[in-house]
Nanobody
Framework: LQLVESGGGLVQFGGFLRLSCSAF????????IGWFRQATGKEREGVSC????????YYADSVKGRFTISRDNAKNTVYLQMNSLKPEDTAVYYC???????????WGQGTQVTVSS
């Protein structure tokens, strides 16, 4: 199983980005996929997750209403649409194979998101 993140970058406060998590070696809808982030000097935290069974989605309180997770099975990709970005969203964002709320593995290499104030 291999996951590759992309789409990070530098954006201004209030801007938006869409992160992609592309799956290789397996159908992306076969497993739950979670997005996590780790800011410098802080512990990794869960951001969002999409289940494999019914497509249920979960969000951290800090991103609810601003971020949207989705999957495109034809492209074997899970997306994280991030709107109304804040400087505190600055971090390296990772995706990994679930289950949601459980232990994750097959971590990607991460993509840097920087939000300037």
């Amino acid at each position: 199983l291999q996951l590759v993140e992309s789409g990070g970058g530098l954006v201004q406060f209030g801007g938006f980005l869409r992160l992609s998590c592309s799956a290789f070696g397996f159908p992306s809808d076969y497993y739950a996929i979670g997005w996590f982030r780790q800011a410098t000097g802080k512990e990794r935290e869960g951001v969002s997750c999409i289940s494999s069974s019914d497509g249920s989605t979960y969000y951290a309180d800090s991103v609810k209403g601003r971020f949207t997770i989705s999957r495109d099975n034809a492209k074997n990709t899970v997306y994280l649409q991030m709107n109304s970005l804040k400087p505190e969203d600055t971090a390296v964002y990772y995706c990994a194979v679930g289950p949601c709320g459980g232990d994750f593995g097959s971590w990607g290499q991460g993509t840097q998101v920087t939000v300037s104030s």
